[in-house]
């Protein structure tokens, strides 16, 4: 009887055991950071569209030689302003109605998949949260670049973008943006301005 009663753990040996996983599982979650992580996803997928979509307007202003925006009669030539607006906007080509339920210039033209309407940014367009919105602008002038801007949610690419001096604000109606300076702490959206990272940086 008592060789028996030997072999197993006592309760205090148990709840040590338990303690100890309880201690190495919560530095793993604060190691990984699932909510960076995410933010981290969510930057890197704005990026990506960015660019995407910049492709796709420099495909199609070689295929036209004029940009969605003039096709579409938002803006009266390529020279023209074209304030930073949602790409939700039909003048961005992803959508052709305010709705986005039909296929926008960059669609027709077979320089954008349908898919790409479906996009977060793209069904957050009339919202309010800045952060789910990706912006489209260009200043007047022939050799004005085209911007795609987002606001990044991750501390880490906030961090990136502060240290390589590559935050801006946008003119919406200039189609301009504005180095500004910033700290890890700085505070990225408030009323009425936002702080943005743009490809081409």
């Known amino acids: 009887m008592k060789r028996f009663l030997s072999k197993g753990f006592t309760l205090v040996e148990l709840l040590i055991v338990i303690a100890l996983l309880g201690v190495i599982a919560t530095i793993v979650i604060a190691a990984i950071n699932p909510i960076e992580q995410a933010n981290r996803a969510h930057d890197a997928q704005f990026k990506a569209d960015g660019s995407q979509l910049l492709s796709a307007i420099e495909r199609y202003f070689a295929a036209k030689n004029v940009f969605p925006w003039v096709t579409t009669a ?19 080509g992803i959508c052709g109605d305010a709705s986005c339920a039909t296929d926008g210039e960059l669609i027709k033209a077979l320089e954008l998949k349908p898919e790409f309407r479906l996009r977060n940014f793209i069904k957050a367009g009339g919202g309010t949260d800045l952060t789910q919105k990706l912006v489209i602008g260009k200043a007047a002038g022939s050799s004005a670049s085209v911007y795609s801007c987002y606001i990044p949610l991750s501390k880490t690419n906030r961090d990136n973008a502060c240290k390589a001096n590559t935050v801006y604000t946008l003119d919406t109606s200039a189609g301009t943006r504005s180095s500004v300076t910033c700290t890890s702490s700085s505070t990225w959206v408030t009323t009425g301005a936002a702080w943005y990272v743009c490809v081409p940086d």
């Open 74 to 92: 938002s803006a009266t030539d390529n020279d023209a302003t074209y304030g930073f607006i949602t790409a939700s906007d039909i003048g961005i």
